[in-house]
């Protein structure tokens, strides 16, 4: 596939995810939700995934409502134990994938000298071992099949940090780099893994933060946009990474955040 000469392939064909499946973590819900909603409609059959069984069973009605092929699986992210057994059954009864976003996510904030060990591991655990437990799951069957799609939803704390997340400056600075490795690593296999990092979106991790009026007025005048970016907006840079057109973009970690990692 990467072979191929370029030549007058139209626009909608080179981003077109017709005849693959997707598998979005943490898609009950926020980014994930939205996500899976935008590779469905440019033709991807999708796997969501979610901790609570209600959600993700409301999420997968939604999106079928809407005429997606979809199917849902819960499982935690962060659990080796449940992602082991939930991609052999998953590959067993509904195929293999083509297109994984690591999407699952938390916050526990704190400041730092007095965060909880057990506030640190979460977030380490749910928003940088996951992707490494959840892409060994799928790298084995991507490279026999002779290439594949990872997604990595980074942060701009991936280059920046704040007081009180500290946890989750390290997980997503980390998940950067785990990006990165994973590029290296099975590039020769015509695998890529990419990164979204998000700017601040509105959605309910964020929505103590967007009704706090003085965190609220930082946040536009700190974006270049002036303003909080919406989940569609990410949709964009998804299809992209999930489809032919990405095939020589690898390890790469696209900052969709109103300029403000361009701003000092
Ligand atoms: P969200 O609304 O809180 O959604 C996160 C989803 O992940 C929830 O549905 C949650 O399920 C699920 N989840 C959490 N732990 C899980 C686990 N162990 N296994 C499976 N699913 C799990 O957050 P969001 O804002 O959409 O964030 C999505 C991703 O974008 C996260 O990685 C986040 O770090 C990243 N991000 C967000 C922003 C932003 O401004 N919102 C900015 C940069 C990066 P339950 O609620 O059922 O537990």
Redesign the pocket.
């Known amino acids: 596939m990467h072979s191929q000469p370029p030549g007058p392939t139209a626009a909608k064909e080179l981003f077109s995810l017709r005849g693959k499946r997707a598998l979005v973590?943490?898609?009950?819900?926020?980014?994930?939700?939205?996500l899976a909603r935008g590779l469905g409609a440019a033709g991807a059959e999708l796997v969501l995934?979610?901790?609570?069984p209600a959600?993700?069973e409301q999420a997968v009605a939604t999106l079928r409502g809407e005429g997606l092929v979809v199917t849902g699986r819960?499982?935690?992210?962060?659990?080796a134990e449940e992602v082991g057994p939930a991609f052999v059954e998953l590959e067993r009864t509904v195929g293999p994938l083509d297109i994984l976003v690591?999407?699952?996510?938390?916050?526990r904030r704190a400041p730092l000298e007095t965060m909880p060990a057990a506030s640190w591991q979460a977030v380490l655990?749910?928003?940088l071992t996951?992707a490494f437990l959840v892409t060994r799951a799928v790298a084995s069957g991507m490279i026999e099949r002779g290439g594949g799609k990872i997604i990595n939803?980074?942060?701009?704390?991936s280059e920046l940090s704040r007081p009180t997340i500290a946890n989750?400056a390290a997980a997503?600075g980390g998940l950067k780099m785990l990006t990165r490795a994973m590029a290296v690593e099975w590039g020769r296999h015509n695998l890529q893994a990419n990164g979204i990092?998000?700017?601040?979106?509105?959605?309910?991790?964020?929505g103590g933060l967007v009704v706090d009026p003085e965190f609220d007025r930082y946040i536009r005048a700190r974006t270049p946009a002036g303003r909080?970016?919406e989940?569609r907006e990410l949709v964009g840079a998804a299809v992209f990474l999930a489809s032919r057109a990405s095939d020589f973009v690898n390890g790469q970690i696209l900052y969709v955040d109103g300029g403000l990692l361009a701003s000092q």
Do not use: E
Not at 102 to 107: D, L, P, T, V
Not at 197 to 206: E, L, Q, S, V, W
């Open positions: 973590t943490g898609s009950g819900q926020g980014i994930g939700l939205t995934n979610d901790l609570d959600r993700l819960r499982f935690d992210v962060a659990k690591n999407n699952a996510g938390i916050h655990d749910v928003n996951s939803i980074c942060s701009l704390n989750y997503k990092a998000p700017g601040y979106i509105r959605t309910d991790m964020t909080w970016g989940p």
